[in-house]
Every structure is written in C-alpha cells, then in structure tokens.
C-alpha cells in the first residue's frame, strides 16, 4: 500500500494549493485493503498533523469496523469516511475540506439549486447540504449519508464539503469543481436571482453525463 499512501499524502498537500484547505483543516481517505487477511477498509490522513510534514507511516489503515493500524490516530470525522463506504460500493476516495465560498454556503445551510448545468457531474439537479451536527459525531455521519444521498457531494452545514469519486485523481478534480461552482453561486447571488434550468433540461443534462468521457 506505500504507493497508495503515498499518493493520499500528494492528494492532500494539493488541497492547499487549489485553494480547499489551509492548516490541518479537512481530510482525504481512499479505499485500500491492509493485504494481510484482514479485510477491506481504507487509508485516512491522521487527525492534527500538517500535510507537508506526512509521511507514509503517518497514514492511518481503518477496517470498516473501526479498527486502526499504524502509529497515528485517524483524522476526527473518520465515521462519515467509514459510513460511506459502507454505504456506497461507487466510493473509491473521498476529500473533506473547508473550502472558502463551499463554507460559505454551507454557513447558510443553503442546498446549490440548478443554476448552471455541471450541478449535474455530482449525480442530481441539486447539491444538498447536510443538517448540522457536532464534528466527528456520528450524528454528522448520519447526516451526511442522507445529504449526498444519489449524489457524490454535499455540503456540511456551518462546516464544509464533503465529494466522492472513483479514486484520489478524480475526487480531487470533483472537489475543486464544487468550489468553483460554490463560488460562481455566491458570485450570482450577489447579482441577484439566477435563473434556474427546469427539471426538464437537468434531466437531458444528466443523459448525457451518463456517457461524458467515455471512448465512442
């Protein structure tokens, strides 16, 4: 698993530069087994630690049934990280950040309506944002399940954003997508009311999302 790990820490020191994290804010998880017979779970970055300074040691290996192995603690919201996997076979990675115009949002509890067509790369007309509740709780766990619910993101109220994709690579790409749209959002809003797609076109929109980037 070193590549793996190797490549979560390159994961989570990009954050930073594509402006979704500073600090020791958020966390990045990718689904991984230990090799060793002890079944599937996943690598998580460990709770408190900058991710300039990791190591592939630091990353800590978490069975879905809570155990850990390695020389670090998992990073405090590691149960939406387990929960989701659990729940979602179509979840290879998962990123967690605090993004600025995402947190904005979600400081709201505002759900991103269908104003501009790519709301529908994370599987819906919408992105919701989940109910509030203390972090590292399984009462946000619980949310965040019934929040990104047939879709592969959602916010967090009063918290951040939470994306999954097929592996490290593209969630990355799917959390920097969310940003820019939180931010083109809040840019609209402070126009005025924009204009939503009806359910109509977000339904065409999502047809064709189902082939976008496959060979012909």
């Known amino acids: 698993m070193t590549e793996l ?14 402006g979704l994290n500073r600090g020791t804010a958020g966390n990045v998880s990718v689904r ?19 991710y300039d300074a990791l190591a592939s040691e630091d990353v800590v290996f ?8 390695g020389r670090r603690k998992p990073s405090s919201e590691w149960r939406f990280h387990r929960d989701l ?3 979602r076979a179509d979840a290879g990675a998962i990123v967690h950040a605090h993004s600025p115009f995402a947190t904005s949002l979600a400081c709201l509890r505002r759900e991103i309506p269908p104003f501009h067509y790519m709301i529908a790369r ?13 972090f590292g709780t399984q009462a946000l766990s619980d949310a965040v399940l019934q929040a990104i619910a047939g879709r592969r993101a959602c916010l967090l ?16 790409d799917l959390a920097v997508e969310l940003e820019t749209l939180c ?21 065409e929109v999502l047809a064709r999302f189902g082939s976008y980037g496959q060979l012909a």
């Open 5 to 18: 790990r190797l490549q979560l820490i390159d994961t989570a020191r990009r954050m930073a530069g594509a």
């Open 183 to 203: 931010e083109q959002y809040w840019r609209a809003c402070q126009l005025g009311e924009p204009v939503l797609l009806d359910a109509a076109e977000m339904r």
């Open 32 to 50: 991984a087994s230990d090799g060793d017979g002890g079944g599937e779970g996943f690598l998580i970055t460990p709770t408190g630690m900058a």
């Open 85 to 87: 996997y659990l729940d």
């Open 122 to 134: 994370f599987g819906g007309d919408n992105l919701r944002c989940a109910a509030y509740a203390t």
């Open 157 to 172: 109220a009063n918290h951040g954003m939470l994306v999954f994709g097929d592996d490290l690579g593209q969630t990355f």
């Open 62 to 69: 978490m069975r879905l049934d809570g155990s850990t192995e």
